[in-house]
């Protein structure tokens, strides 16, 4: 009987130590416990800060032409413009023109023959189409008659007009209006009036001035934005004076303009 409750005292005891050790693990009581749960990283490859994310502009210029940089801010110059079909000029222009005429040296006096040769220039503004400039012309007539002793005809004035463009700005049309006025000189040398002085006998043919009207209209081609090309046909009509009707006549030629615009 002894022996037996020596026996199960003994099994009692070494249940009681680990149990007791457990206790002690844990803290003694459950307040210190960590309620917390550790896992695993959410990311299998964390990304490094400095190449988590490239940007990239849509706006590539280098790929579409926009006038964009590669950092995506705006490089106004490699910005592209493209023209449409039909447009209206800008910009300011200069040049010379020559031009031919119908009006016949012989048609003023039966003595001269020849061709008349006007030239001269044209600086013209424009601002949406709408022009504004001036111009001027001088004749020129080669193999002038001996029997005259001077011979010139000039006008000039104000220009007014609109400029159309067409095919991408490779082509204008061009009707403009000049308001002015010009002159005509005539003196004729006379060696069958004989002076006591023996000084050379002149003779003014022809002097008037009037006012003009010189409507026109031109066709352009531009190579490039800094260079025009036009025929030019323009009507010139004078007004006043005593013998203008003569002078109206029709005038044709070529301009070359230069200048910056589009």
Sequence with gaps: MNRLLLSLFTVLVCAAIPAAAQMDDGGGDGSSQDDSITVDSLYNEPMEPDTAYQYSDPYDSGD??????????????????????????????????IQFTELRPKDLDPDLSGEFVFFGGEIIAAVNGFLLGGGWSSATLYDLSPKYDELSLSSGGFIIGYDQQFWYQKFSIRPTVMIGGGEITMIKKRPDIIDST?????????????????????????????????????????????????????????????????
């Design 64 to 97: 579409q032409g926009y006038g964009y940089s590669d950092e995506g801010e705006y490089d106004y110059n490699s910005y592209d413009y493209e023209p449409t079909f039909f447009s209206t000029r800008n910009g300011l222009m200069v040049g010379p023109t």
């Design 198 to 262: 023996g000084r050379q006998i002149l003779e003014r043919y022809r002097d008037e001035d009037y006012f003009l009207l010189r409507p026109g209209i031109s066709l352009g081609f531009a190579p490039n934005q800094f260079f025009d090309i036009r025929l030019t046909a323009d009507y010139n009509y004078p007004i006043g004076g005593d013998k203008v009707s003569d002078l109206r006549k029709l005038n044709y030629g070529l301009a070359l303009m230069i200048g910056l615009g589009r």
